[in-house]
């Protein structure tokens, strides 16, 4: 595999850059899959990986998780599970502000050459982690360090930060007919 820009095709005549930061967002599933998704194309390509999952607790063993262990994906699950169920949201913004911290931290060293910030949408819009100090973060992160973050909503300022922002819709979901999420598809 080779890291040279094909001289013909789709991306003959675009500028190349070092690093790109992409958002996944919207009502619809699929944005952290899609991030997955990036994290297998790098793994491919031999880049060092790095996933901070923000909600998703390390309790719960995903199949993702799983797998990027396998090809050698740093992986850091440091929410306590969905933070709407919570009882003490005391508890689980400081369980989110030392996420953002590490991953500031793994951003800045530029250690990895992609950072999956996953479902940090959520402790931003909910004003526990600053959006300024997001984006400010990415914005000075080294030349070769790419960003995939994700969730609902995506803030202004990190949807303004992004290369790339994909809007994914909820046309139809098998939730809505009673179906729960199903181990190897879901999670």
């Not at 599970?81 to 991953?103: C, K, N, Q, Y």
């Not at 960003?147 to 994909?166: E, I, K, N, S």
């Amino acid at each position: 595999m080779t890291d040279v820009p094909p001289t013909e095709g789709p991306d003959a005549g675009h500028e190349r850059v070092k690093s790109v930061v992409l958002v996944n967002t919207g009502d619809g599933k699929g944005k952290s899959t899609a991030a997955f998704g990036v994290v297998l194309r790098a793994s491919a390509r031999g880049w060092k990986i790095a996933v901070v999952q923000f909600l998703k607790s390390g309790k719960w063993h995903v199949g993702e998780e799983e797998a990027a262990k396998r090809i050698g994906v740093d992986w850091w699950s440091i929410g306590e599970g969905f933070t709407w169920d919570s009882e003490d949201l005391s508890e689980d913004e400081a369980v989110a502000r030392e996420a953002w911290s590490h991953a500031k931290g793994l951003i800045a060293s530029g250690e990895h050459r992609l950072v999956v910030l996953d479902e940090i949408t959520y402790p931003m819009n909910w004003a526990w982690i600053d959006e300024n100090d997001v984006v400010g973060s990415i914005e000075r992160r080294p030349p070769h360090v790419n960003v995939v973050a994700t969730g609902r909503d995506a803030p202004q300022g990190l949807v303004d930060a992004a290369d790339t922002v994909t809007e994914m819709v909820n046309v139809k979901h098998a939730f809505d007919r009673g179906v729960r999420a199903l181990r190897g598809i879901d999670y």
